[in-house]
C-alpha cells in the first residue's frame, strides 16, 4: 500500500509560480511511474505531467509543456510539479497518483492505469 499527500498549493496572480509536492509513505518500493492529474469544475480529471520512479523518463500534457517541469528526490519519497506562467485556465485541484511497479503496459494519461491517489491540493490563478 502506498499513500500520496500532497502540498503547496494556492492563490497566485497569472504569471506567477508554484512548486506542489508529493510525499509517498507506504511501500515506495512498489512505485513504478509518478504522475500529476488536475480536475478544474464541471471537469474530468486530466493528465499533466509523468516521471519514472527512478531513471529520468518524463512526459507531459501539450497544455503544459514548456511551463511546467516534473522532477523527484527518492530520498524523500517526493515528486515534484514545478508550475511557471500560470494562467487563469490552470485552476484545478492538482492530484498525485503513483502506478505500481507490479503492473506492465498502462496509457500514461489515463486515471485509471494509476493504483493510488492523494486527496489533491489546490491551485487558483487569478487574473
Known amino acids: 500500500q502506498v499513500q500520496l499527500v500532497e502540498s503547496g498549493g494556492g492563490l497566485v496572480q497569472a504569471g506567477g509560480s508554484l512548486r506542489l509536492s508529493c510525499a509517498a509513505s507506504?511501500?515506495?518500493?512498489?512505485?513504478?511511474?509518478m504522475a500529476w492529474f488536475r480536475q478544474a469544475p464541471g471537469k474530468e480529471r486530466e493528465f499533466v505531467a509523468r516521471?519514472?520512479?527512478?531513471?529520468?523518463?518524463?512526459y507531459y500534457a501539450d497544455s503544459v509543456k514548456g511551463r511546467y517541469t516534473i522532477s523527484r528526490d527518492n530520498a524523500k519519497n517526493t515528486v515534484y510539479l514545478q508550475m511557471n506562467s500560470l494562467k487563469p485556465e490552470d485552476t484545478a485541484v492538482y492530484h498525485c497518483a503513483a502506478r505500481s511497479s507490479m503492473k506492465y503496459g498502462y496509457t500514461v494519461t489515463s486515471v485509471k492505469d494509476y493504483d493510488y491517489w492523494g486527496q489533491g491540493t489546490q491551485v487558483t490563478v487569478s487574473s
Open positions: 507506504g511501500r515506495t518500493d512498489s512505485i513504478n511511474y
Open positions: 516521471t519514472s520512479w527512478s531513471g529520468s523518463s518524463t
